[in-house]
């Protein structure tokens, strides 16, 4: 009709016959469903292709926001847990759990691969539909092209992009091996059925064993995820954590785990256990966390930056899916609320600092918290070469002093491993002998020692310092330990030393139990020293609030630092602080006392204390609003939409300015979608799926192929390259930003071979089921003709074989690290660069052999 009435208009006659328009020359108006709205005969043509690409384009970002609403009820349909009541491992007791309905597996090849292919598979759907249930190769070849994207290049940007020295495993590989199976199995099944069975003809029950497929992948992945096939001995390892949790989703609201160890630590967390209300953080977690990262901080937090940073602690530690990063990915990439909590950088540094080391009473270090990548070895796979401390001293006249470097993790290989001092307050020459070098740990080596040379001038100065640095070179297969820097004191021995306090005031809780006041020995440490001590009440009262009195404190020979320890009553009453004076007197052995001979100790209250905890546990449920993904109002939905990175207009870039103008009309139309928390999110689900990804999937197709239609581009081409890539740059981020923050590589690469697999079966079988059902009820056959898609397919194969291969050898060879992801620099970097070759190779030979370039007998 619409062609019907554009004849009609160009063929009317006027007054000036130079204004007709050659009806010849309007092509490629019958290509779509909806398009071209408008008469776009009088455009030139460079001008409508440009219009059509960047249409194209746009849609782009429309369906990866609407993609982000998609995923968010995924997340809220596959987080459903259950109340189960289980006897705790080891013991008599019944504890009511909470676990999740939805196996991982079975959800991410079901839901969370439709929610990250809608797109693909719902333009093999519109094709079909748009033919009149004939083959057209955009929908299909779409499918493939974007299976070699998300294999190849996607997978060789993530094995790049891990930090140096670092590695990420497949976790779960029995999973990726059936899945890994089915990513080529699947493509050469389409080989079968379009060129060896019945060549261009797709027969029903070949449309329905494809699409039968799919239940049987999603069975064995499951049996894989299981273990059923294997006989294995569960050990649960009892473990005593406390909490800072939130109950319900696994995503939505997050867990932190904090063990009595005294350090963090996220190692295997299933998301299926808690012991907490919904919604609700635990305060008991909380008030260590700001115990521990206080201590770090002298105290200098206030109770929001305290908040802040706990919020942030749960986010790096907890677990996250696909599903999470790709939904956070489209929201950079389109100036969105951010799934995160904001910091800044000082503040990250504070819980960096606090994440390392502390040190403990006896000047050892000790572990305050660990992340997930405590073992630089990664197993075994890297030597890490330190100091065997990180200080030490030396008497001036002693002549020398030796450091030992020891080497852990990987002991069987060469390394060497570069040292050099570095002046503090002692200066090279003067006060010792520099020295820059190189030392090798040979096989079978864990242990080197580093003489430096003392210079002793006989004359009295203050205690000095200099420094021992390490290097490795990272191709050398070692990574540098904690402990890569050695503070070396040199100590005037021709003086016994000045005693005084290290500050003038300290601060300890009241359930602290002892007050240990460090008292610190400088300028000598020659001979047996001693120095009296006495109490002096001031708010607190000997006998009440203190056990004080007076007492003796002796220093050995070399002693530099010594604790009074004074016991602290905890009354568990209501009270301001109090505080008492510590004085050193009657210094003897030569010592004297010096500046700082007294120090107040302050006793905080706790139940002040407390009030400090709970601003801080109110200020973090606060911020854990930031870590939901999706509103449960309209309201919200409309606020996010219509401000700038969802109304956080302070950490905004200029960036989220200018994509958030660009995409504003997309994000204000799909806030009319039902927010997830209605019907428990299949409402959205179905919303988002049937209405506004499959309506922009249909714009799309015929964006593409008149696009093509326009530049004289084959749809093959068009799709394996602009709509394939346009489809699948979101799943680029955001695997690239799980490899990095994830301790494994599933929720990067091992999700992308399932995908690709999901992509065929329900991709192709499904429309191919359907147009196969409607030909056999015509009684004719449904034709499709293996032509390019046929060598597509098999040279995507081909590739897709070579890719496996090296992610194989990639984890058994030591050279690479035993790691899909990750590893020696040079290595990875050449991972990466064959990979995408592999897809520039696959890219190149599909469009050679579509414009006949090459000719290859099928």
Not at 705 to 710: E, K, P, Q
Request: proline share 3%; with cysteine; charged share 20%.
């Amino acid at each position: 009709m619409a062609n019907t009435t554009i004849s009609s208009l160009l063929n009317q006659t006027t007054a000036a016959p130079e204004t007709c328009v050659n009806v010849a020359n309007y092509f490629c108006s019958d290509k779509g469903i909806i398009l071209p709205i408008f008469v776009e005969a009088t455009w030139p043509i460079g001008l409508r292709a440009f219009l059509y690409l960047f249409a194209m384009l746009y849609c782009f970002m429309g369906v990866a926001i609407i993609a982000d609403v998609f995923m968010c009820s995924i997340e809220v349909i596959t987080s459903k847990t259950k109340t189960i009541s289980m006897v705790k491992p080891g013991t008599d007791i019944v504890e009511e759990v909470e676990v999740r309905i939805w196996n991982d597996t079975v959800a991410n090849l079901t839901l969370m691969a439709l929610g990250s292919s809608a797109p693909e598979i719902l333009l093999s759907i519109v094709g079909i539909i748009k033919t009149g249930f004939k083959s057209e190769e955009l929908g299909p070849s779409t499918i493939v092209g974007s299976a070699a994207f998300n294999l190849l290049v996607i997978t060789g940007v993530c094995v790049s992009s891990i930090p140096t020295g670092e590695i990420r495993r497949i976790k779960a590989v029995k999973v990726f091996a059936v899945t890994a199976f089915f990513s080529i199995f699947a493509y050469a099944w389409l080989y079968i059925v379009l060129v060896l069975n019945t060549k261009d003809v797709m027969d029903l029950w070949e449309a329905i064993v494809t699409f039968m497929f799919f239940p049987i992948l999603v069975i064995l992945a499951y049996i894989a995820d299981k273990d059923y096939c294997s006989r294995r001995v569960d050990v649960e390892k009892e473990t005593d954590h406390l909490e800072l949790g939130m109950g319900g989703s696994q995503h939505d609201q997050p867990r932190l785990q904090f063990s009595n160890s005294s350090y963090i630590s996220h190692e295997e967390y299933s998301g299926a256990v808690t012991e907490l209300k919904p919604g609700h953080v635990n305060k008991q977690s909380v008030s260590e966390f700001v115990k521990e990262i206080s201590k770090y901080s002298g105290g200098k937090l206030s109770p929001e930056e305290a908040a802040k940073l706990a919020a942030l602690k749960i986010q790096e530690n907890e677990k996250h899916d696909r599903s999470w990063y790709r939904v956070n990915a489209t929201r950079w990439l389109v100036g969105g609320r951010k799934v995160s909590v904001n910091v800044n950088n000082s503040l990250k540094e504070k819980l960096e600092g606090s994440q390392v080391y502390e040190k403990a009473k006896n000047k050892d270090e000790v572990p305050l918290i660990i992340d997930s990548a405590s073992d630089l070895s990664q197993g075994g796979t890297f030597s890490v070469v330190e100091f065997s401390a990180s200080s030490c001293a030396v008497m001036e006249s002693q002549g020398t002093v030796e450091v030992s470097v020891l080497r852990s993790g990987r002991t069987n290989t060469r390394v060497p491993f570069r040292y050099e001092t570095i002046d503090g307050t002692a200066e090279a020459g003067s006060d010792y002998i520099p020295q820059k070098d190189v030392l090798v740990f040979e096989p079978g080596e864990s242990m080197k020692n580093i003489k430096i040379v003392i210079v002793d001038d006989n004359q009295w100065e203050a205690d000095e310092t200099f420094f021992v640095k390490l290097s490795v070179d990272p191709d050398s297969g070692a990574v540098l330990g904690r402990k890569s820097i050695n503070e070396i004191t040199i100590i005037n021995d021709d003086d016994p030393g000045v005693l005084d306090f290290t500050k003038p005031s300290f601060i300890f809780k009241e359930s602290a139990g002892i007050a240990s006041v460090p008292v610190q020995r400088t300028k000598g440490s020659d001979g047996v020293i001693s120095v009296k001590w006495k109490t002096k009440d001031m708010r607190a009262v000997n006998g009440r609030d203190y056990v004080g009195g007076e007492g003796m404190l002796e220093f050995q020979h070399g002693e530099t630092e010594k604790n009074i320890d004074i016991q602290i009553f905890d009354d568990k009453d209501f009270e301001k602080d109090e505080d008492f004076m510590v004085e050193l007197s009657d210094a003897a052995g030569g010592a004297m006392i010096g500046r700082q001979r007294r120090t107040v100790i302050t006793i905080v209250n706790d139940d002040e204390y407390n009030g400090l905890v709970d601003r801080v546990l109110t200020i973090v449920n606060v911020n854990m609003d930031h870590l939901q993904l999706a509103s449960s109002t309209w309201g919200g939905q409309f606020r996010d939409a219509m401000n700038v990175n969802g109304g956080d207009v302070e950490n905004a870039t200029t960036m989220d300015y200018v994509m958030h103008f660009l995409t504003f009309g997309w994000k204000v139309m799909f806030a009319l979608t039902p927010p997830v928390n209605f019907l428990g999110g299949w409402l959205t689900f179905l919303v988002s799926l049937m209405g506004f990804i499959f309506l922009l999937t249909v714009i799309i197709s015929d964006l593409a192929t008149t696009f093509g239609c326009l530049i004289d581009l084959e749809d093959n081409i068009t799709a394996i390259t602009l709509v394939a890539m346009g489809t699948s740059l979101p799943d680029l981020f955001a695997s690239r930003t799980a490899a990095k923050a994830e301790k494994y590589a599933d929720a990067s690469i091992g999700n992308v071979t399932g995908s690709n697999s999901v992509n065929v079966f329900l991709g192709l079988g499904l429309p191919w089921l359907i147009a196969s059902i409607y030909w056999e009820a015509q009684g004719e056959k449904f034709a499709v003709p293996a032509g390019s898609l046929a060598f597509s397919v098999m040279a995507y194969s081909i590739c897709a074989i070579l890719c496996i291969i090296l992610l194989v050898i990639r984890r058994i060879v030591p050279a690479f690290g035993r790691a899909e992801l990750g590893g020696t620099p040079s290595l990875k970097y050449f991972s990466s660069f064959l990979m995408a070759m592999l897809w520039v190779l696959y890219i190149v030979l599909a469009i050679l052999e579509t414009k006949k370039v090459i000719v290859v007998p099928l």
